[in-house]
């Protein structure tokens, strides 16, 4: 994987021969981003499969059992992580299977099958979230959504991209998102790579651009989505959603379906990972402040549904009400994938 705390400096490519290095790859953010690391774990559960040396199926479901806990651990509010997981600790329990070398051989043929799907479902999100983008548009954007946050193209920088490739002529500020810097770092540089116009601006600034009539749109990612289409995202997400409706700017989040959590009737109910304060103190080590001052470092909040003109997924755009229609939503991609479409 692409080492992602070296960019914009360096492309540095890591590889892992070890499962448990997968999961320190995801708490460290070597690989960020709920799609990347969803299909990261899903990678790390296939070479938790090579790594055991158990001859038995029921030794190797043992073995991949303590992966999964170990691999879950690693972010807890990312839904993509947990799912990715679970879904590859089904398949290596499916009865069919009674060689352990046959569930390890199906774990990587799987694992790359989802990443296939997530670009084939970005391109998907980005088509329908192009329509919203009118020629002349500047774009709002938050954190990173782009290829580097998922296996490739992206979500709700894959919007933007779609536009581009149109020959839409846009405009896109990007929120520098402290602490980690996501939108500074790496939305910046996927648009240096693919010739998109950009302004970095600080996260305090959006306000202002938003009220001086210089932003038509504000798009977003999200890490997990609630029933009821509560959007909990990068941290800053839901001041930027509140200051878009208090300028009457449309304000849309785009994920995949497989983001939504049903289980969640609202985003309150959605665990918000809390990041070491070091993060906050001395960002990439370069200090702000004294190592003893005190700081606190939520990496996500939550944006209520109501502040969302709508919600871009690969099975099209969903208008409010979000609820029944988010539901809906999430039965017809599963029903898409069983067809195999
Ligand atoms: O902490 P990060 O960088 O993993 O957070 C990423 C985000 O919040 C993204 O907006 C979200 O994962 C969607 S990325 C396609």
Redesign the pocket.
């Known amino acids: 994987m692409v080492d992602q705390r070296q960019i914009p400096w360096q492309l540095q490519f890591v590889e892992y021969n070890d499962y448990r290095d997968v999961a320190a790859a995801i708490s460290d953010?070597v690989v960020?981003?709920?799609?990347?690391?969803g299909v990261s774990a899903a990678f790390g559960m296939a070479l938790a499969a090579r790594q055991s040396s158990a001859k038995y199926v029921g030794n190797l479901l043992d073995f991949l059992d303590v992966a999964a806990v170990i691999l879950k651990k690693a972010?807890p509010t990312?839904v993509n992580l947990a799912w990715a997981v679970d879904h590859m600790l089904a398949l290596a329990r499916d009865e069919r299977f009674d060689r352990a070398d046959d569930i390890r051989e199906a774990l990587l043929a799987e694992a790359q099958r989802l990443a296939d799907a997530d670009v084939a479902t970005n391109k998907r999100m980005a088509e329908h979230g192009a329509a919203l983008i009118n020629d002349g548009d500047t774009i709002l954007h938050?954190?990173?959504?782009?290829m580097l946050?998922?296996v490739d193209y992206?979500?709700?920088l894959g919007v933007i991209r779609m536009a581009h490739e149109q020959g839409k002529q846009i405009h896109v500020l990007l929120d520098e998102t402290r602490p980690?810097l996501?939108g500074a770092r790496l939305s910046a540089w996927e648009c240096e790579q693919l010739g998109i116009p950009y302004d970095i601006i600080p996260d305090t600034a959006a306000g202002y651009f938003m009220r001086r009539g210089e932003v038509n749109l504000v798009l977003?990612?999200?890490?997990r989505v609630a029933a009821n289409g509560d959007v909990v995202?990068?941290i800053g997400?839901y001041q930027i959603a509140v200051l878009a409706r208090e300028n009457r700017i449309p304000c849309y989040s785009v994920?995949p379906t497989s983001?939504v959590d049903l289980s969640k009737a609202n985003g309150d109910e959605i665990p918000i990972e809390e990041r070491d304060p070091s993060e906050v103190r001395a960002p990439y080590g370069c200090a702000i402040v004294p190592e003893t001052y005190h700081a606190r470092n939520p990496?996500?909040d939550v944006t209520p549904q109501k502040y969302f003109a709508g919600l871009v997924t690969e099975v099209g755009v969903i208008l409010p009400p979000f609820t029944e229609r988010l539901a809906q939503a999430v039965e017809r991609a599963q029903n898409e994938l069983l067809r195999g479409e």
């Open positions: 953010m960020r981003g709920a799609p990347a690391i972010r990312a938050h954190c990173n959504t782009g946050a998922t992206g979500t709700a980690r996501q977003f990612g999200a890490d995202n990068k997400s994920f983001t990496a996500f």
